[in-house]
């Protein structure tokens, strides 16, 4: 296991102290073509608050998370993101699709942490952390080194900044995508599978991080099969099937005390 | 048959200001093209993946005039054909005290047209080949397209371009011999010329071809070393290969050479 330092959010500034909400998804709906992948999905997540998202694989909780930061548009419902809808306006009564330029700007407070790390490949690992910072926030180059250097270090990588993402194995590169994420000062983080692309020695390193994040206050939204996070870190669980939210409760209701036997039999194949 | 070694050799060791102004006017003529070539086919490869459709027609409209008839006839059709309508006459431009001619200009503006229409699937099929995580990592830390394009897609899109982007400005070098039917004087009219003047067509074609040669040798050089340079970070890479390799390469040599030094 890899040492990784405590305070993680002491280099970007701690989340705001207020119990708001971050995440106020209500009646969400997706299709691709003629597939309904998501049919009317509510979510409220407060800040500081961790929500882990379980369900079997076609449920549509991959694709709920990626609607949040708009990388998916919706088909009806609405998602606000710190009281602000996210990737829409009201126009008349109407939803319309905000501006390319608007969307970019809501998204900077949103992290996204990939099942395939998604990093850039013709980057070094402190390249990849201080990219955005820069072309996005604007931030000073000197700054943002010295902010990437800190947060690569407290994910363990400070021996690995000058090197290029195919020279890391697969828990070090989500690590530095975790750290990229983080450069962005971001109100909410959100992580879609970030160990299931992992060889099983690897998720312990990147759980690690997580759930110190976690400790730290960070609002964060889950999608994984990882019940270890759930009860070391999150404070609700929310099963998915078929399009929705079919339950909803505690880490110690879904291991104690399911209710429904979708989810039962869902559990007992992943515990 | 005799053949004149003076001849040869003086045309190959001993260029005279004739030759020598050829050989510039070719590299001149091909780089500024080529230069052409590239941002025009950046903007076709935008336009092809564009999400207006408008933008798709243009895209698709223009890379179908200019791969669909012969780069000759568009270089006739510039110069002699917009002239002769009195759409464009292209007057003759005196640029840092060169004459540009009319001739010449045409020739550029013909080949950098004609090729930005291949540069544009060349630089279209290099986006595509990107991982669309890419663009949506890039996305989802707050970049515009336009951001996420410049800064993360084109950057790993080039390194594939650049292979193919190389084999076209190889051919750049040899196509502008066509401009010969412009009558503008770069490296093939002045050999033409000088066979007409001293009646060695087999010397003089020889070493016009010996000229050509060179060229597009010193070019595969800083090919090989420029795709070098682009494969950074990519792992275990030798992109590029010996100066011998590129020289005489053939599918699948490098792959045999790889092989042969096991046994």
């Known amino acids: ?271 | 048959m005799k053949f004149n070694t003076d001849a040869f050799g003086d045309a190959i060791f001993q260029p005279d200001q004739f030759i020598i102004n050829g050989l510039l006017l070719t590299v001149v003529i091909s780089v500024i093209s080529q230069i052409i070539g590239v941002v025009l086919g950046v903007l076709g490869a935008l336009g092809r993946l564009s999400r207006k459709a408008p933008l798709r027609w243009l895209s698709a409209l223009y890379l179908w005039i200019f791969r669909g008839t012969p780069l000759l006839v568009q270089l006739v059709f510039f110069y002699f054909g917009l002239g002769a309508a009195h759409i464009f006459g292209w007057p003759d431009l005196v640029l840092f005290g060169f004459t540009i001619t009319g001739a010449i200009q045409a020739g550029i503006v013909a080949l950098g047209l004609n090729e930005g229409a291949y540069m544009t699937e060349i630089i279209r099929a290099g986006i595509l080949s990107i991982d669309p995580g890419q663009m949506e990592a890039a996305k989802s830390l707050g970049m515009t397209y336009g951001q996420a394009m410049r800064r993360i897609v084109l950057p790993q899109a080039a390194r594939i371009i650049v292979p193919p982007l190389g084999n076209e400005f190889n051919n750049m070098l040899k196509t502008t011999a066509l401009l010969f039917v412009l009558g503008v004087q770069e490296l093939y009219n002045t050999f033409v010329i000088k066979q007409g003047n001293n009646f060695l067509p087999f010397e003089m074609y020889l070493a016009c071809a010996l000229w050509f040669l060179l060229l597009t040798t010193i070019w595969g050089v800083i090919q090989g070393w420029m795709e070098r340079r682009l494969a950074r970070g990519t792992p275990g890479s030798q992109a590029g290969g010996g100066l011998l390799d590129r020289l005489f390469s053939f599918r699948g040599s490098a792959a045999d050479t790889a092989t042969a030094g096991t046994h």
């Open chain 1, 1 to 271: 296991m890899v040492e990784i330092g405590d305070h993680l959010l002491d280099v970007v500034g701690a989340p705001d102290a207020a119990d708001d909400v971050v995440v106020a998804a209500k009646d969400v709906r997706k299709s691709f073509g003629r597939l309904e992948v998501l049919k009317g999905v509510s979510l409220e997540v407060k800040r500081r608050e961790v929500v882990l998202i379980i369900g079997p694989s076609g449920s549509g909780k991959t694709t709920f998370l990626r609607c949040i930061n708009h990388l998916e548009k919706i088909n009806g419902g609405t998602i606000e993101v710190s009281g602000h809808l996210m990737g829409y306006r009201r126009d008349n009564g109407r939803l319309v699709e905000e501006k390319e330029k608007e969307i970019a700007r809501q998204r900077r407070d949103i992290g996204f942490v990939f099942q395939r790390f998604n990093l850039f490949p013709h980057k070094t690992a402190l390249e990849n952390v201080m990219e955005a910072p820069v072309l996005v926030r604007g931030q000073k180059p000197e700054e943002a080194r010295e902010i990437a250097r800190s947060l690569l270090d407290r994910v363990g990588l400070a021996h690995k900044v000058e090197t290029y993402p195919a020279q890391l194995s697969g828990g070090q590169q989500q690590r530095v995508a975790i750290a990229r994420a983080l450069a962005m000062r971001p109100a909410l983080m959100l992580f879609d599978e970030p160990t299931s692309a992992l060889d099983p020695e690897m998720i312990g390193e990147v759980l690690v991080v997580m759930e110190e994040l976690a400790h730290e206050g960070m609002t964060m939204i889950v999608v994984s099969h990882e019940m270890g996070f759930a009860r070391e870190a999150a404070d609700r669980v929310v099963m998915m099937d078929d399009g929705q939210i079919i339950e909803e409760g505690t880490p110690e209701h879904f291991f104690s005390a399911p209710v429904q036997e979708r989810t039962k039999a869902f559990l007992s194949k992943i515990l």
